[in-house]
C-alpha cells in the first residue's frame, strides 16, 4: 500500500484506449497513486498526457512489476494474449490486484495470472467512453458489471464505489450474454442511426442529426419506460403497403441498398416480436413480411 491514505494501492493502467485514460483518473482522484501507464501508440501518448500528466509511460513487464493495482483496459482480442504472455516471463505477483475491463470476459481470462497468484477481478462499465475528461464525469451512477470470486468480490464492487459507479454483479458464464446485449443496443444503434441520417439527407434534409434528435429521444425514452409497448409505426400499425413503399423508395437509390437490407431485417424482427405478444394477427405479419419480400426481389 501506498504511504498517502490507508487502503490507497499503487495503480499502473495497460492501455490508453479511450476507457484505460479515464479510469486511472478517476482512481487517482479517488485517492490512489498512479505509478504509471502503458502506451503502444502516439495517440494513446497524447491521451496519457492529456488524462494523467505527469504519470510516466512504462513497459509492460516494468508496469506490473511496480504496481499493486493492475488495470487491464485493452481490446478483448488482445486481453488473453497479454495475460499469458506476462505470466510465461513470471511478471505477476502473488497478491496482486488484477483488473480488467472487457465487457465479453469474467475472470477466467485471467487464471494464467492467477497461477501465479494474483487477485482477480472483472469491471465493465456499461458507457461509450471518448477517452477524454468529460468521460469521468460520466462515471458517476454508471453500472458497471462486477464479476469476481466469491471472496474477492467486495473488493472489485469497492473500486467501482470508488470511481463513482454502480456495481452490479453479474456471473462468470453470464458475460458474454451480457456483452452481446450492449454492444446489440449501443453500436447497432449508431448503425441504425447512421443510415437514417443517410437517407434523410439522400431525401434533401439539411441536417439529419437535428431533425432526428428530437424524435430518437422520445423513442429511446419510451423504449427504456415501456419497452415493446412504445412501439409506434407501421409495422405496428400493420400498415403493409407503407411498408412496401418504404422498401422501394430505399432500393430506388443505388448508395441505400445496405439501408435496405437493414431495414427488411429489423422490420422481420419487428414483425416476429409483435406477432408473439399478439399485437398484430398473423394475417398482418405475413402481409408485412409479403412486402418486405416483394420490395426485395
Known amino acids: 500500500m501506498t504511504a498517502q491514505r490507508p487502503g490507497r494501492l499503487g495503480v499502473g493502467v495497460i492501455g490508453m484506449g479511450h476507457v484505460g485514460p479515464v479510469l486511472g483518473s478517476a482512481l487517482r482522484a479517488a485517492g490512489h497513486a498512479l505509478v504509471g501507464v502503458s502506451a503502444s501508440s502516439d495517440a494513446a501518448r497524447e491521451r496519457a498526457d492529456a488524462m494523467l500528466p505527469e504519470v510516466p509511460v512504462l513497459e509492460v513487464p ?35 490486484l488484477v483488473v480488467h475491463t472487457s465487457g465479453a470476459f469474467g475472470v477466467s481470462v485471467l487464471d494464467p495470472a492467477r497461477r501465479s497468484g494474483v487477485i482477480p477481478l472483472a469491471i465493465h462499465p456499461a458507457m461509450t467512453f471518448t477517452g477524454t475528461s468529460l468521460d469521468v464525469a460520466r462515471l458517476v451512477g454508471t453500472p458497471f458489471a462486477v464479476t469476481a470470486p466469491g471472496p474477492v468480490l467486495p473488493i472489485a464492487q469497492a473500486l467501482v464505489v470508488e470511481m463513482g459507479g454502480e456495481p452490479v454483479v453479474v456471473d462468470e458464464d453470464r458475460r458474454g450474454l451480457y456483452h452481446a446485449g450492449l454492444a446489440h443496443a449501443s453500436n447497432h444503434l449508431v448503425t441504425l442511426v447512421s443510415q437514417a441520417s443517410r437517407v434523410l439527407s439522400d431525401a434533401g434534409i439539411d441536417d439529419p442529426g437535428s431533425y432526428l434528435r428530437p424524435l430518437l429521444e422520445a423513442t429511446l425514452d419510451r423504449a427504456l419506460r415501456e419497452g415493446e409497448a412504445g412501439l409506434s409505426g407501421p409495422v405496428a400499425r400493420g400498415d403493409s403497403g407503407t411498408v412496401a413503399h418504404h422498401m422501394q423508395s430505399l432500393l430506388d437509390e443505388e448508395d441505400l441498398e445496405d439501408v435496405a437490407d437493414t431495414y427488411a431485417q429489423l422490420a422481420r424482427a419487428t414483425v416476429r416480436m409483435l406477432e408473439a405478444s399478439h399485437r398484430v394477427s398473423e394475417r398482418v405479419a405475413l402481409e408485412i413480411l409479403s412486402a418486405l419480400v416483394l420490395g426485395e426481389e
Not at 508496469?63 to 516471463?89: K, N, S, T, W
Request: hydrophobic share 55%.
Open 62 to 96: 516494468d508496469l506490473v512489476d511496480r504496481c499493486e493495482l493492475v488495470v487491464i483496459a485493452v481490446p478483448d482480442d488482445a486481453l488473453a494474449g497479454l495475460v499469458a504472455g506476462l505470466a510465461d516471463l513470471g511478471a505477476w505477483q502473488a497478491g496482486q
